[in-house]
């Protein structure tokens, strides 16, 4: 008899410990159904780095307070240079030593941030050396530059090409003055090499006025356009959708709170898709950078070192 009372009383606390075990599991799943993890709404926010002074590594210790994740979605290594090499007439990738350093350093430098979601991105800028993206002689030779910029892409594992068309010097070295087909050949080139990767304008030089040649336009070659001027609103002059556009440019520390709030808050307002920061150093810059955070996401921005 005893032995029968055991086995009810045992097999009564197992049914019990069933429906309790339920009942904690439809909890739960109530529970993460009703309160699934945020998701980060709103603009693309960028952020250039210049790695002759600072670490790539600061774009990824930002994330929004409410837990929506990081702040920044592309972060850009500023900056590789276009050279000329005047014995072959040609352009040629040029890596200073801190550009190298980061690229030659990728598991480290690079990979924690695609980690967290963040897009890399190599900048190309002139260097004085009289070669540019709107200058070169033919399509075979915008084509060849082309695909030293795809193979670093592919080589480092990055995601993609920002072009700063400065301190070229057009004519130097005896290189020709900005023509015509030069940029559509090399950004036409750079995307059929690259379909999936990033390429992005900074709005400024011979090259951004030269988008259109021979009956194609390459303003939808672009993911992204933006505005050079720090501090300023300024909308491209791209054949772009306004996802796409950066009309504000921020130098975070130099640009005033006040005035990034103001841009973050129009761009919002206005409908564009993109937000522009620079020069992003080591320093905890979560007041700048909630400055406008608050605007584009609606929450504070929280610096982890």
């Known amino acids: 008899m005893l032995t029968r009372v055991r086995s009810r009383m ?3 606390a197992v ?9 904690l599991g439809a909890t739960a799943t109530t529970h993460a159904t009703a309160a699934p993890a945020l ?10 780095v ?3 002074n600072n670490s790539m590594l600061n774009v990824g210790k930002y994330t929004l307070a409410d837990g929506s994740g990081a702040v920044f979605d592309v972060a850009v290594i500023f ?17 200073n030593e801190n550009v190298q350093r980061v690229l030659d350093n990728a598991a480290t430098q690079i990979r924690p941030l695609q980690q967290k979601g963040i897009k890399v991105v190599l900048s190309v800028l002139g260097n004085h050396q009289g070669a540019g993206f709107a200058n070169f002689p033919s399509q075979p030779a915008a084509s060849a530059f082309a695909k030293q910029l795809s193979d670093t892409v592919t080589r480092y594992g990055l995601d993609g090409i920002d072009f700063d068309d400065e301190y070229a010097e057009y004519g130097k070295n005896g290189t020709g003055q900005p023509n015509a087909s030069s940029f559509v050949h090399l950004v036409t080139a750079l995307r059929a090499n690259m379909p999936n990767k990033i390429i992005s304008l900074y709005n400024i030089g011979p090259a951004a006025s030269r988008l259109s040649y021979g009956g194609v336009d390459i ?30 440019a921020v130098e975070i520390g130099r640009t005033s709170q006040s005035t990034v709030t103001t841009l973050a808050r129009r761009t919002v307002s206005e409908g564009y898709g993109v937000f522009l920061t620079y020069n992003l150093n080591g320093a905890d810059r979560s ?3 909630s400055a406008f955070t608050r605007e584009l996401y609606g929450s504070a921005a929280v610096y982890t070192p």
Not at 15 to 23: G, I, N
Not at 39 to 48: D, F, L, M, N, R
Not at 80 to 85: E, K
């Open 219 to 248: 303003s939808s070659k672009f993911d992204y356009a933006w505005n050079p001027y720090y501090g300023s609103w300024q909308v491209p002059g791209i054949g772009l959708p306004k996802s796409k556009l950066s009309p504000a």
């Open 15 to 23: 049914a019990l410990s069933t429906v309790a075990a339920l009942a």
């Open 50 to 52: 210049e790695v002759n």
């Open 79 to 95: 900056a590789a240079n276009i050279n000329y090499d005047t014995g072959t007439k040609t352009a040629q990738l040029y890596f």
């Open 287 to 289: 007041a700048d950078i």
């Open 39 to 48: 998701a980060k709404e709103g603009p693309t926010s960028v952020a250039y």
């Open 10 to 12: 045992q097999a009564a």
